[in-house]
């Protein structure tokens, strides 16, 4: 019953940095705002989200590569982030509670109503894609819209993207267009083209959430090497593991109401602030 | 038992093999591909409405889904040669435009030197201002300037907006106000 | 140029990324490295406000290519298709000839009337001297006038008419309406045929004379003016010609950094000339498209909120034109030749929407009972009066001058109404100025002593009523009502209904002469209980009823629409608000602006059957110009239009008489579109012709020049003598309140632009109250280079004071190089930018950015020079 693997193919020389992507995404899962719609100017360019979070799971970055000023060789590099949807899933392989899981799409989605919110899968992330989102009281991150995806509609960022920057479809249709994009840039002169996680012998299996890229993944805050966290970490103690499970049967949903409690008590003294990025934003040069 | 919630997560993550930790509780982990939990697809069994993006110029058009007469869902129409589907961050935001707790929806009423607006019924300020315009008309009506032209205006009386606003009310709202005499109507136009 | 495509039009700007994956190149000439210029092939830097030389140095380079000069279909494009070979009066004097003016300059201020002294013109022209040479004479020194001329030009205050009445002193006087009709007067007015010289050789046709004025912009006076790298303007220049001709066309997209300057007019002047010498005119991918900023903003054009025209771009009678009688207002404002020659038909069709069955030919079909112009009624002008009191009233609408224009000074017009109505969405910084502005908040102004009575009423959303907006490709689309609103929100369709209502209840029975016209005004918009159309909140006018009144009908037979403008009458027998819109609503149950039938996939793509395109559903204006002399496709690549033997015919609806053949000559004694012939392409012109020059409708001259922005840190490299637009608008000069600064004033360096942000629309009004938006953008921030960083210690995320001579906001500094210094003139400017979006409302708040700017005009139609302006950049 497994349909063929879908994903996104997100081509950032066409991106024009509008932020579609991420309100489309926030309207469809009727996600919530940082404090209520507000913030601070972060001073990393028109990126003003940051990082991807429980509550954004959809993010431009603005790079700006200048020397001088309107430097003619310049560059402002727009990117729309998003969870991978990983082949092989570091934050599905940790999960205790199975509310991670692979769908007949091959992509990864966190049940809310099975998580805990243990964290476990925020940890595993080689990319720092998922969060917790402090009014679920639960781990979140992009579903690839698998509501829509399951009655054959399209994903909303993708759907909303202006410039088809963001593609869906299914990942054999999508490594066929990216190939040949980079072959048209690289036409164009354009070498410095190519593709981040299209490569199924690649790392992870392949992401099913690729990208067209113009520089080294880490300018766009991306590992070069992304690891599974069970090639990271050792296996832990049986003890600590058994706690846990004891933890997860029953605390599920008295720790996700007590969560929700704290970041009420947090918003209310003003002090939540966002979590520091899971790989700092580059720098403005 | 009594663990923290921090103290909780500093337990899990220490025990750091998840994949163990699922295995072992027999929770669901499973590689295998799954079928996520039946999510209610927001949009199902809703009317949908044609509609436009009340923003920029481009003339973007939307589908509005609404289940009895509430709005559920705003994104855009897939057959507009303009957008085919696509919005931009502020077309993506219209539900928020509607369905949004800073939205006022009562009249108020601000009395000359008072320093709070009170609450006033819908049709008490219609009435109040249908009086203030005619008394304004009726003092500053010029007929005729010195030199004998007819003008039959006022210039006392001051419109501003309509750039927003569809063309029907575009009409109606010139419509009324040269018919009384105001000349000076001024849209976003001119900004 | 002149527009941040990708920001603020991001959908629009699909289609030109869809271009370039198709091989076509972009180019972003801008002050600064926006979202846009990422996108794009080429980013350009020029200082703000040196457009016109940029583009008069393109100018200057396609006249003396060598492409230009020898691929023939320039030749044959500008020879028909334009007004190059016609030859100009002898009096006229180029800038060229008197050092950076035309002829006719009275430098003189103009003020207009005693009873409305708000014109502010720093000087004006006499402009006839600009004309055609027609050595027959002319019935009158303004006919050949373009009717859709500045707005400053249609409402006479560019002109010194103040002379008494002619005929209508007598209320009892006899009706103006010929009972012959009106052909006759308007073939009166036909002026003898102009000189040309399809050589192109005479020194006075027009062609001669633009050469010479575009002669001193050479790229190196484009790199002192603009600040632009010389291989960067020519690589422009070049592709620009590269990429025009038989088989390529190019198109500019601007926005209103091309419209909120001292010469707005003339920088779109200016691309209009390059695009048609460039033979870019009405064919696909050409042409050059205004990125208007609101849904409904070509609406409100339209269907005139907007002082100085009534409905479809006829001037509003006014009291300093010959605009007496009925006919008096026709012979001032028909074109004989040319479409406009129908202009009876329109007014008297329009007239009859207004005042109905008592509009008579008697009468003038009421015409008298329209109010008249006494000047510049404009936004800023009204501001202006407001401050000195001149105004008691105000109904402010979906808009929020709270936060515009020299924005303290608005607020203190606003303070001084006796009355106030603000129907919005959001609670903006408008309706809320009373209790929360800045000199409120400081104790500067107490609210006890505010004596204006003020009202807030809320109004629906998007989704909440139906309608048609007009967008930027003059396209009416329909949207339906989906959903009930809340509490006592209503349209403001239905505020000023409800208005009109009450105040017929309370002049009936009046006898006054004053009340006659307001008590015969056709209001009618109830809905019909029979129409079985969806039920309606309580006391909202029928929307459909209305756009029919719009598109019109048969007088005496409502339910017949006309179908189309061809079917307009002079004599009263049509009633249509709208001669434009005239054919959106042919018959009872076919509403165009609702059609959702696109063109499938793969074809040509004018989709005329999705909305209703006025005028008459064209996609691409003026589309004759798509073929050639003889009626062919150009080339096969850009076919659109095409003459097939018998008839015009193509993918778009031909914009040109749909039977006269390519090669019919013009009746040399007819008027309207029989005075033109099968290759005049430009049928709203009198000469058939896309205007290279513009003989008259413009205040400030027939050609584009460069002048320095009012405020400017350089004197003017192009014509030293000659600093600014000898006749821009500057309202409450020498008042406190609108200070500007003097050139070069040392403490005012750095140049100031103004910007909006793809997360934030306009004041804010509609974003800063979205949680989704507002965290997106939360702050005000202001853009400056490095080096102006460096110089004034200020770090990424410093707070800062932005100050010019009239106000000074708080930002957090943005240092980038996406902006910075620039070498104009050999002086080092630092050119900065900031957004406007921000105020004291809403989720997220800030200094509002229009403290810093002017009552400084354009000349012909009013419109701020906020694009550019000088100010100070300090830490906090």
């Not at chain 1, 090639?231 to 029953?250: C, D, E, H, K, W």
């Not at chain 2, 707790?101 to 108020?108: D, G, Y």
């Not at chain 3, 009144?549 to 007088?555: A, H, K, R, V």
Request: charged letters at 20%; hydrophobic letters at 35%; glycine letters at 10%.
């Amino acid at each position: 019953m497994m349909a063929e693997p879908m994903g996104f193919f997100t081509d950032t020389t066409v991106c024009i940095g509008c932020k579609a992507c991420e309100v489309a995404c926030k309207n469809w899962n009727q996600l919530p705002s940082r404090e209520g719609g507000g913030g601070e100017l972060s001073g990393f360019s028109y990126d003003n989200t940051v990082r991807l979070s429980g509550t954004t799971w959809r993010h431009v970055q603005f790079i700006e590569q200048f020397d001088e000023p309107y430097d003619a060789a310049g560059r402002w590099l727009l990117m729309s982030d998003v969870c991978k949807h990983c082949v092989q899933a570091g934050c599905l392989e940790v999960c205790p509670t199975g509310a991670i899981i692979r769908t007949e799409f091959d992509t990864v989605v966190i049940q809310s109503d099975v998580c805990n919110g243990c964290r476990d899968c925020i940890a595993a992330c080689p990319f720092g894609v998922i969060d917790m989102n402090p009014v679920s009281g639960t781990a979140q991150k992009c579903t690839l819209c698998y509501d829509r995806m399951s009655v054959g509609l399209e994903p909303a960022c993708s759907k909303a993207c202006p410039t088809d920057s963001i593609q869906f479809g299914t990942i054999s249709e999508l490594r066929a267009r990216a190939d040949q994009r980079v072959a048209a840039l690289h036409e164009q002169g354009r070498t410095e083209a190519y593709l981040y996680g299209a490569d199924p012998n690649g790392h992870l299996g392949g992401l099913n959430a690729f990208f067209l890229l113009v520089d080294e993944p880490e300018v766009y805050g991306l590992p070069r090497e992304p690891k599974l966290p069970s090639r990271n970490v050792a296996s832990g103690s049986l003890l600590s593991t058994i706690g846990a499970a004891i933890m997860g049967l029953v605390g599920i949903v008295m720790l996700r109401h007590r969560r929700a409690d704290e970041v009420a008590a947090e918003e209310g003294r003003g002090v939540a602030p966002p979590p520091p990025p899971a790989s700092p934003p580059p720098p403005v040069h | 038992m009594t663990v923290s919630r921090r103290e909780f997560l500093r337990v899990s993550t220490g025990a750091g093999a998840g994949t163990a930790l699922g295995g072992m509780l027999g929770l669901g982990i499973s590689l295998a591909p799954a079928r996520a939990r039946a999510q209610e697809l927001r949009i199902k069994d809703t009317r949908t409405v044609p509609s436009l993006c009340p923003f920029c110029s481009v003339g973007c058009a939307t589908l509005i889904h609404t289940r009895d007469g509430e709005i559920v869902n705003i994104e855009g129409d897939p057959r507009s040669p303009h957008n085919e589907g696509t919005l931009c961050p502020k077309g993506a935001a219209i539900y928020q435009l509607h369905r949004n707790p800073n939205r006022p929806t009562r009249v108020l009423h601000r009395k000359p030197g008072a320093t709070e607006w009170e609450e006033v019924d819908r049709e008490w300020a219609m009435d109040r201002i249908a009086e203030l315009t005619k008394r304004t008309r009726d003092d500053t009506f010029i007929e005729r300037l010195p030199n004998g032209k007819l003008v039959n205006m006022t210039p006392a009386i001051f419109h501003l907006g309509g750039a927003t606003l569809d063309n029907e009310f575009n009409h109606v709202c010139q419509k009324i106000l040269r018919g009384i005499g105001v000349v000076a109507i001024e849209n976003q136009a001119r900004i | 140029m002149g527009s941040n495509m990708a920001e603020n039009h991001p959908v629009a700007f699909r289609w030109p990324m869809k271009a370039k994956m198709n091989g076509a190149k972009l180019i972003h000439v801008d002050p600064r490295f926006t979202r846009t210029s990422a996108a794009c092939d080429l980013h350009v830097p020029l200082r703000s406000g040196s457009d016109i030389a940029f583009i008069g140095g393109l100018i200057n380079f396609v006249v003396n290519s060598e492409r230009w000069n020898t691929e023939p279909f320039f030749r044959d494009y500008v020879v028909n298709y334009t007004n190059a070979a016609t030859i100009v009066r002898s009096d006229f004097q180029d800038t060229e000839d008197l050092e950076g003016v035309f002829s006719g300059l009275k430098p003189e201020p103009s003020a207009g009337i005693e009873q409305w002294p708000y014109n502010a013109f720093v000087g004006t022209y006499d402009t006839a001297s600009w004309g055609y040479d027609r050595p027959g004479g002319v019935a009158r020194e303004d006919i050949d006038a373009d009717q859709r001329k500045a707005a400053t030009m249609r409402s006479g205050e560019a002109e010194d008419a103040t002379q008494p009445s002619q005929g209508a002193g007598d209320d009892a006087r006899r009706s103006s309406v010929p009972p012959e009709g009106w052909d006759a007067m308007v073939r009166s007015l036909k002026p003898a045929p102009a000189r040309r010289d399809p050589t192109l050789q005479d020194p006075r046709c027009v062609f001669q004379i633009l050469k010479r004025h575009f002669s001193r912009y050479t790229p190196e006076m484009v790199e002192s003016i603009c600040g632009t790298p010389r291989d960067k303007f020519l690589e422009v220049a070049q592709s620009l010609l590269d990429n025009s001709g038989p088989d390529r066309t190019s198109a500019f997209a601007y926005a209103i950094a091309w419209t909120q300057h001292t010469y707005g007019v003339q920088i779109i002047g200016s691309a209009a000339l390059l695009q048609l010498l460039l033979g870019n005119m009405g064919r696909p991918g050409g042409g050059i498209m205004a990125l208007r900023g609101h849904a409904a903003i070509q609406g409100s054009t339209d269907v005139p909120t907007l002082y100085h025209s009534i409905h479809g771009y006829m001037a509003a009678p006014s009291a300093l034109k010959e605009h007496d009688t009925l006919a008096d207002y026709l012979r001032a404002e028909v074109t004989p030749t040319g479409y406009w020659a129908n202009m009876p038909k329109f007014m008297v069709s329009y007239l009859k929407s207004m005042w109905g069955d008592a509009a008579t030919a008697e009468n003038d079909f009421g015409y008298d009972w329209h109010p008249k112009l006494l000047g510049d009624h404009s936004h800023m002008a009204s501001f202006a009066a407001m401050v000195e009191g001149k105004i008691r009233g105000a109904f402010i609408v979906g808009q929020n001058p709270a936060t515009s224009i020299n924005a303290k000074l608005e607020r203190d017009g606003l303070r001084k109404l006796e009355w106030l109505v603000v129907k919005d969405n959001w609670l903006t910084e408008t309706a809320t100025h009373w209790y929360a502005a800045p000199e409120v908040r400081d104790g500067s102004v107490k609210v006890e002593d505010i004596q204006t009575e003020i009202f807030f009423f809320p109004s629906t959303q998007i989704a909440e009523y139906e309608g048609s907006f007009t967008n930027t490709q003059r396209m009416l689309q329909w949207h339906f009502k989906a959903s009930d609103p809340p509490g006592d929100c209503r349209t403001d369709t239905w505020f000023y209904y409800q208005l009109g209502r009450r105040l017929k209840r309370m002049y009936a029975g009046s006898t006054l002469a004053r009340d006659q016209g307001f008590l015969n005004l056709v209001w009618d918009y109830e809905p019909d209980p029979q129409s079985g159309r969806v039920s309606h909140t309580m006391g909202e006018a029928d929307e459909l009823k209305v756009l029919r009144e719009i598109n019109g009908y048969y007088t005496g037979r409502p339910k017949e629409h006309l179908p189309g403008f061809a079917a307009l009458k002079d004599d009263g027998s049509t009633t249509c608000a709208s001669w434009i819109y005239c054919g959106c609503f042919p018959s009872w149950d076919r509403n165009l602006t609702a059609a959702r039938t696109p063109d499938p996939p793969g074809t040509p793509g004018a989709h005329l059957g999705w909305g209703y395109a006025w005028p008459a559903n064209r996609r691409v204006l003026y589309n004759r110009a798509s073929a050639d002399l003889q009626g062919r496709p150009w080339s096969e690549r850009k076919r659109w239009v095409w003459w097939d033997g018998s008839r015009w015919t193509g993918y778009d609806v031909p914009d040109f008489a749909a039977t006269k053949a390519p090669n019919a000559p013009a009746n040399p004694n007819g008027i309207g579109l029989d005075a033109l012939s099968g290759t005049d392409a430009y049928i709203m012109k009198g000469d058939g012709k896309g205007w290279l020059y513009v003989p008259s409708g413009l205040v400030d001259g027939p050609l584009p020049t460069h002048y320095e922005p009012v405020e400017s840190p350089v004197r003017n490299a192009l014509y030293p003598q000659q600093q600014t637009s000898p006749v821009y608008k500057h309202w409450r000069k020498g008042a406190d309140d609108n200070r500007i600064a003097e050139v070069e004033d040392p403490r005012f360096p750095h140049v100031m632009t103004t910007f909006r942000l793809t997360e934030h629309y306009l004041s804010g009004a509609m974003s800063r109250w979205l949680p989704w938006l507002a965290e997106l953008q939360p702050e005000l921030f202001v853009e400056i280079g490095h080096d102006l960083a460096r110089e004034k210690g200020i770090a990424n995320l410093d707070r800062v004071v932005v100050s010019s001579p009239r106000g000074a906001v708080r930002a957090k500094a943005l240092v980038t190089h996406r902006i910075g210094v620039m070498t104009i003139a050999g002086k080092r400017v630092h050119q900065v930018g900031m957004p406007w979006h921000w105020g004291w409302a809403g989720l997220v708040k800030g200094d509002i950015v229009n403290e810093l700017t002017s009552l400084i005009g354009d000349p012909n139609v009013s419109m701020h020079e906020g694009k550019t302006f000088v100010c100070n950049v300090e830490r906090a």
